[in-house]
């Protein structure tokens, strides 16, 4: 089983900056790819950012050019720099790995941009 842990969520003022960390332990052989889902109250989870083994990244439309992917495989973990926060960016953020078709979930971090 693959334990992951988020990190770094917070308050913060529109136009500002955080970095979220997640932490993987666990049997954490054979994860293809990490990446970060959010959730705000009353809408579905959604993709915010996944990047492949081979370094590749994908954005949502919403956060392309303000948010950064990255991964360290030596320490087991991923993160993700946001950039130039909006109210609308407001949402409880979960790391996910994936083994193939296996997903598994962090408990997720609490991101707030208001002023």
């Known amino acids: 089983q693959v334990q992951l842990v988020e990190s770094g969520g917070g308050l913060v003022q529109p136009g500002g900056s955080l970095r979220l960390s997640c932490a993987a332990s666990?049997?954490?052989?054979?994860?293809?790819?990490m990446g970060w889902y959010r959730q705000a109250p009353g809408k579905e989870r959604e993709l915010v950012a996944v990047i492949l083994s081979g370094g590749i990244t994908n954005y949502a439309d919403s956060v392309k050019g303000r948010f950064t992917i990255s991964r360290d495989n030596a320490k087991n973990t991923v993160h993700l720099q946001m950039d130039s926060l909006k109210p609308e960016d407001t949402a409880v953020y979960y790391c996910?790995?994936?083994?193939?078709?296996?997903?598994?979930w962090g408990q997720g971090t609490q991101v707030t941009v208001s002023s």
């Open positions: 996910n790995a994936r083994r193939f078709t296996t997903n598994f």
């Open positions: 666990g049997s954490i052989f054979n994860i293809n790819v």
